[in-house]
């Protein structure tokens, strides 16, 4: 089983991706192949809506978006993980999002089953400073709406309210080992 982490914040060693590593760890540590990539340093550029890729099926911007693309599809699981920014995700994940476009294009108008045979999974990680309720809502319903367009069941999510100092998640240990807990059971319900 291949577990897919992808960190999205351009903090890096910040809350989110504090949580997303504990999640791979989980996920590694109960037998899962789990990898990191991380966006900041890769060239991703916004999509321009030049829907190419609802002809084609692919999408024409020359970038690094192309093995983010074949690693999402290999994965067994993917867990994107991002910071909230003005009540959504931050800019990064946001670019990844709608490159992702690609396989809305494929699913929703070429009618395309992206994996036959397989079924893969979404987690959501992520983290904000405030504590109101509201704080994830947008972001949740973007995911729901993303893992959708990729043929993934929405599998969990851990979200944090109250966290804004870089690692300042690490105080709450309990939740560090939700994120962990998470992954290890994803892996072992794969299993089953
Ligand atoms: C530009 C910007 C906008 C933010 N907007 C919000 C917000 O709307 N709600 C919130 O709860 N936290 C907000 N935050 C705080 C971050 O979500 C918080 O610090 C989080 O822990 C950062 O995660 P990271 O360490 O993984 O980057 C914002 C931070 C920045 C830099």
Same mark, same amino acid.
């Not at 929703?108 to 904000?128: D, H, Y």
């Not at 972001?139 to 990729?150: E, H």
């Given at each position: 089983?291949?577990?897919?982490? &992808?960190?999205?914040?351009?903090?890096?060693?910040?809350?989110?991706?504090?949580?997303?590593?504990?999640?791979?760890?989980?996920?590694?540590?109960?037998?899962?192949?789990?990898?990191?990539?991380?966006?900041?340093?890769?060239?991703?550029?916004?999509?321009?809506?030049?829907?190419?890729?609802?002809? !084609?099926?692919?999408?024409?911007?020359?970038?690094? #978006?192309?093995? &983010?693309?074949?690693?999402?599809?290999?994965?067994?699981?993917?867990?994107?993980?991002?910071? #909230?920014?003005?009540?959504?995700?931050?800019?990064? *994940?946001?670019?990844?999002?709608?490159?992702?476009?690609?396989?809305?294009?494929?699913?929703?108008?070429?009618?395309? #089953?992206?994996?036959?045979?397989?079924?893969?999974?979404?987690?959501?990680?992520?983290?904000?400073?405030?504590?109101?309720? !509201?704080?994830?809502?947008?972001?949740?319903?973007?995911?729901?709406?993303?893992?959708?367009?990729?043929?993934?069941?929405?599998?969990?999510?851990?979200?944090?309210?109250?966290?804004?100092?870089?690692?300042?998640?690490?105080?709450?240990?309990? &939740?560090?080992?939700? *994120?962990?807990?998470?992954?290890?059971?994803?892996?072992?319900?794969?299993?089953?």
């Amino acid at each position: 089983m291949k577990l897919l982490g &992808i960190s999205t914040s351009p903090r890096p060693g910040g809350n989110t991706d504090l949580l997303l590593d504990a999640f791979l760890r989980g996920g590694g540590d109960a037998g899962a192949e789990a990898e990191k990539i991380t966006l900041q340093g890769l060239k991703l550029l916004p999509c321009t809506q030049c829907d190419a890729c609802r002809e !084609k099926g692919w999408c024409i911007l020359q970038d690094d #978006i192309g093995a &983010i693309y074949e690693k999402i599809l290999l994965a067994d699981v993917t867990a994107l993980a991002s910071p #909230i920014y003005f009540m959504a995700h931050c800019a990064q *994940a946001k670019i990844l999002i709608d490159r992702c476009q690609v396989f809305w294009a494929r699913t929703f108008i070429q009618k395309e #089953i992206l994996t036959p045979g397989r079924t893969r999974q979404g987690v959501f990680i992520s983290a904000g400073a405030t504590q109101g309720e !509201k704080v994830f809502a947008g972001a949740k319903l973007t995911m729901k709406y993303f893992f959708n367009s990729l043929q993934m069941v929405y599998a969990g999510e851990i979200l944090v309210n109250g966290v804004d100092v870089k690692g300042a998640v690490l105080k709450q240990p309990a &939740i560090m080992n939700d *994120a962990y807990k998470l992954g290890q059971k994803i892996v072992n319900q794969a299993a089953d």
